[in-house]
């Protein structure tokens, strides 16, 4: 299993106490960006592109864990930029951490293993580790040689010290389905926990804006992927969100599922979009309209299949009929049985 049990209940239990509640517009992962800096330049991100003034603004670890008390969330996924750039970062992780939230502290690795001694390991805190294919395509994707040669010494020095490690896969046009699934042999031969993948997302500050995937390549290139998938592959992602992103099932976007904080604010309304900041969470959800977002209502959502945005949906699906409950049940037991 790619999420360890204490997680799962965690997330169930949460959840369904908000179905429970009648509660449509809960969140179910904070996207805490503590800061926009990168030590790398990819061609497929446009977080770098800010001005100086602003790429040199942090969040305080105060501010970090207010917003997650804010919004009350289960799940902390630390995004970027590159967040070990963060002098305070090991001390915002730990008070997540006594607040007993599970942390995915995404990084590019480049400084990950010389990082290491300032963590401890715990079940709430995961690595989660950038790699967009095998070396030849990772190091294209990142813009940089020898980065994937650096992830891969770090994953093994994390996995050596007793760390969570996941890895983070984003999916451009001209992917080929044969290395993809090579690569996932190669992460799960590595050890570990599980992987997670998505479609990249054609950010307007992005360099590189003619390697977006559209909505019928999308499809077409994960069914590649995953039909047939191999035993041994482990995602700590929803089953049925990757029934989605292969055509599977159709979603709307739920993009209060995955809030997004950062030097700003609260996002306006998603991870991926930027149409203005709120000064709280409250804020956020009450005056967002929120049909104004997704697919087939706004044109920058188009061709959007993005875990940040769809996710939560398919969790959200998970628990609102048997059959979705059922075949999650399924895929969680037999992955290759998609």
């Not at 942090?58 to 002098?87: D, F, M, N």
């Not at 999916?171 to 690569?183: C, I, Q, Y």
């Not at 149409?275 to 967002?288: M, N, P, R, V």
Request: with cysteine; charged share 25%.
């Amino acid at each position: 299993m790619a999420i360890p049990i204490s997680q799962s209940l965690t997330v169930v239990s949460y959840v369904l106490r908000q179905k429970l509640r009648g509660n449509k517009h809960y969140p179910l992962v904070l996207m805490l960006e503590p800061l926009f800096r990168c030590n790398l330049a990819c061609a497929g991100c446009g977080k770098i592109q800010y001005p100086e003034h602003v790429l040199q603004k942090r969040l305080t670890p105060e501010e970090c864990w207010a917003a997650v008390e804010e919004c009350g969330t289960p799940i902390v996924s630390i995004p970027g930029g590159e967040p070990l750039i963060h002098p305070e970062m090991p001390e915002i992780v730990r008070g997540l951490i006594e607040r007993k939230k599970y942390v995915y502290l995404c990084t590019n690795a480049l400084l990950m293993e010389r990082k290491l001694p300032e963590y401890t390991p715990s079940k709430f805190l995961t690595f989660s580790v950038h790699m967009d294919g095998l070396k030849e395509e990772h190091d294209i994707a990142v813009c940089r040689n020898g980065v994937y040669d650096i992830a891969v010494r770090a994953i093994r020095a994390a996995l050596d010290r007793g760390f969570r490690v996941t890895t983070n896969t984003t999916l451009f046009e001209g992917a080929d389905p044969e290395r993809v699934r090579k690569f996932f042999d190669s992460m799960m031969e590595l050890g570990v926990e599980g992987m997670m993948i998505s479609p990249g997302y054609s950010y307007q500050k992005a360099p590189d804006q003619e390697h977006f995937l559209r909505r019928h390549g999308i499809k077409k290139l994960f069914a590649s992927i995953l039909t047939d998938g191999k035993k041994h592959w482990r995602f700590n992602q929803s089953p049925l969100f990757l029934d989605f992103l292969m055509g599977k099932r159709e979603y709307q976007c739920t993009p209060w599922g995955n809030p997004t904080y950062n030097i700003f604010g609260w996002q306006r309304p998603c991870y991926l979009l930027q149409d203005g900041y709120t000064a709280t969470f409250k804020e956020l959800i009450e005056t967002t309209e929120w049909d104004r977002y997704g697919t087939g209502r706004n044109d920058k959502c188009a061709d959007c299949m993005v875990h940040c945005g769809y996710e939560a949906t398919a969790v959200d699906d998970t628990f609102g009929s048997w059959s979705a409950f059922a075949r999650t049940v399924k895929l969680t037991l037999l992955p290759n049985s998609r």
